[in-house]
């Protein structure tokens, strides 16, 4: 079974850096695309930053361009997003998601438990 784990979130004032991690374990053919999400309360939850693992294309959404890195490690189950410049909108709960391929049948959309990550003013 396909779990993503997260970790790296919490609290930090603005301006601050904090860093995400993601891993991928289970039985999986392959990993097509990796991202992170994030949903603050009330609010419909936006993507952040994709990785096409294929290419390595990266997507970022607009408020985070410039600010925030996502990358993969070597072995390629695990991805990270590192935020600099965090500001007080960027809090919310963060979540990993990757579509994910199994030994057989159609790839899948895998989520992480979500991570918060608070931003203090």
């Known amino acids: 079974q396909v779990q993503l784990v997260e970790s790296g979130g919490g609290l930090v004032q603005t301006g601050g850096s904090l860093r995400l991690s993601c891993a991928a374990s289970?039985?999986?053919?392959?990993?097509?695309?990796m991202g992170w999400y994030r949903q603050a309360p009330g609010k419909q939850r936006e993507l952040v930053a994709a990785?096409?693992?294929?290419?390595?294309?990266?997507n970022y959404a607009d408020s985070v361009k410039g600010r925030f890195t996502i990358s993969r490690d070597n072995a390629g189950n695990t991805v990270y997003l590192q935020m600099n410049s965090l500001k007080p909108e960027d809090t919310a709960v963060y979540y990993c998601?990757?579509?994910?391929?199994?030994?057989?049948?159609?790839?899948?959309?895998?989520w992480g438990q979500g991570t918060q990550v608070t931003v203090s003013s």
């Open positions: 998601n990757a579509d994910i391929k199994p030994w057989t049948g159609r790839s899948f959309a895998y």
């Open positions: 289970g039985s999986m053919f392959s990993i097509n695309a």
């Open positions: 990785l096409n693992t294929s290419g390595g294309s990266t």
